[in-house]
Nanobody, 129 residues
């Protein structure tokens, strides 16, 4: 059974940092498409970042310069380092995984969340002003 496990959420003050961690069982590092999404109640889920082996990472405009996604292929783990957090970053963050690769984002065409079949349970990130 595939398991996607996230950790690392919490509460911080504006300007602080958090690192989210996601591991996926039954995936291989060179055959995993990772996505980080976030959702605020009442709003749609939005893509924060995505990465896959051999392809450039993608960041939403609000994440550029503040968030960094990295892979640890030895552990098949992905991290989302979030720095300079703002109150508007408050949301539930989800890790998603899919076999294969969606490639590098081109022409602003982003994967739909339905393209990921495997999701973590979500982790709350709360940023206070």
């Amino acid at each position: 059974e595939v398991q996607i496990v996230e950790s690392g959420g919490g509460s911080v003050q504006a300007g602080g940092s958090l690192r989210l961690t996601c591991t996926a069982s039954k995936f291989t590092p060179d055959d995993t498409e990772w996505g980080w999404y976030r959702q605020v109640p009442g709003n749609e889920c939005e893509l924060v970042s995505k990465i896959s082996f051999g392809h450039n990472a993608y960041y939403a405009d609000f994440a550029k310069g503040r968030f960094t996604v990295t892979q640890d292929n030895s552990e098949n783990t992905v991290y989302l380092q979030m720095d300079s957090l703002k109150p508007e970053d408050t949301a539930v963050y989800y890790c998603a995984a899919e076999h294969g690769s969606f490639g590098t984002v081109k022409d602003g065409i982003l994967p739909d969340e339905s393209e990921y079949n495997y999701w973590g349970q979500g982790t709350q990130v709360s940023v206070s002003s």
